[in-house]
């Protein structure tokens, strides 16, 4: 996840952390590779390189599979948080570090295609594909892989022992019963911060936001820089954040956040011990591309229609906590019984992100860091 965007993203406990850990994979692509690198007389690159974010992970036994099939190897970069990724792919734009990346999100999308880092391609199986996440239909230089909805978590123990009601919406974060309570990321350095400013900017208005966030700031919110930080050292409904003694039991994550806490949990707990405020969410895509300038291309494409087959899509919401996007795919127990399922997340149109994703991140730091 991200961001995610959230992807996005693109889309929570310090278990989680090393949960995610990265390494280089196994994986595969189709017989087409195959058959191409027969008819072009050379031979077909046995190792193909995804460049992600650093919460890519793939469960071993579905990687194996497809590495039986063609015998490719996926060599997996981590180039950390989402926007830091993109950035490097930016700078390295047609001489890229690898041959698909994956984890851009519909908040930093339009910095990645203006910059040119992603050639067309149509990815088998788009028809599995909901429409309204397919945002490059014209050039087909993405796909969607994931989404999710970044919200405002809540540590259930800690509002059950006040007797308070945990927040449901963004009015009710500004209210004085919350001060002090909240934490978030900079939208400059987190995709979660970003999207979550998106997501005011989204409900307030390109003016009302700004107010908001007056508001938040005489009301106590804290800022870091990354989810890590926020959610595992910060906040007190985490498992890292428990072990760290946080003490803000409000935080910008995710709506797919407490089913780790319970899969992570030791023991494992039968109801989640952190909630989700689902009139705070803004909605995430996440998508990959074959890179410009990708050495294995042919690789490139399989590894992609693999990332939306349905094998790897069931594989992604225990291993990347994110809600596949093809509609033949199915979620795990764990991930529907815990999880929440938000009905009206904020969105916004790419060409709006374009247009004022800068600019306002610019207006919130100095409104809110200053």
């Known amino acids: 996840m991200s961001t995610t965007p959230v992807s996005i993203k693109k889309a929570a406990a310090a278990a989680l952390v090393a949960a995610l850990g990265v390494t280089t994979l196994a994986a595969c692509g189709t017989d087409d590779v195959r058959e191409a690198a027969g008819k072009s007389g050379a031979p077909a690159p046995k190792t193909v390189t995804l460049v ?188 890292g954040g428990k072990q760290a003694k946080g003490d803000r039991p409000l935080v910008v994550s995710y709506a797919s956040s407490p089913p780790v806490e319970v899969l992570y949990g030791e023991p494992q707990p039968k109801v989640a011990p952190t909630g989700v405020s689902t009139g705070t969410c803004f909605r995430q895509i996440e998508f990959a591309g074959l890179l410009n300038g990708a050495k294995n291309p042919e690789g490139g494409k399989a590894l992609i229609d693999f990332l939306i087959s349905k094998k790897f899509q069931e594989d992604m919401p225990l291993q990347m906590f994110v809600n596949p996007v093809a509609k033949d795919a199915a979620l795990p127990e764990l991930f529907t019984q815990h999880g929440v399922v938000v009905d009206k997340p904020e969105t916004m149109t790419p060409e709006k992100i374009a247009e004022k994703r800068d600019p306002w991140i610019q207006q919130w730091s100095s409104l809110v860091l200053k």
């Open 52 to 239: 992600s974010h650093d919460s890519f992970n793939a469960s071993k036994e579905v990687l194996a599979e497809f590495t039986k099939q063609t015998g490719f190897t996926v060599k997996v970069l981590k180039s950390g948080d989402a926007g830091e990724a993109v950035n490097k792919e930016i700078l390295t734009k047609g001489s890229p570090q690898g041959d698909v990346f994956f984890g851009v999100d519909n908040t930093l999308l339009s910095r990645a295609l203006d910059n040119g880092i992603f050639v067309p391609y149509a990815a088998k199986g788009l028809d599995r594909l909901p429409a309204a996440y397919q945002l490059d239909k014209e050039q087909r230089r993405v796909t969607p892989i994931d989404s999710g909805d970044i919200c405002v978590n809540y540590d259930k123990t800690y509002f059950a022992d006040r007797k308070l009601a945990p927040p449901v919406t963004f009015d009710d974060l500004a209210k004085p019963a919350y001060k002090n309570l909240l934490v978030v990321e900079n939208p400059e350095r987190s995709s979660p911060g970003l999207g979550f400013l998106l997501g005011t900017a989204a409900k307030y208005g390109d003016e009302g936001w700004q107010d908001y966030w007056t508001k938040l700031k005489a009301n106590g919110v804290k800022t870091v820089d990354s989810w890590e930080l926020a959610y595992n050292q910060e906040f007190s409904g985490s498992a």
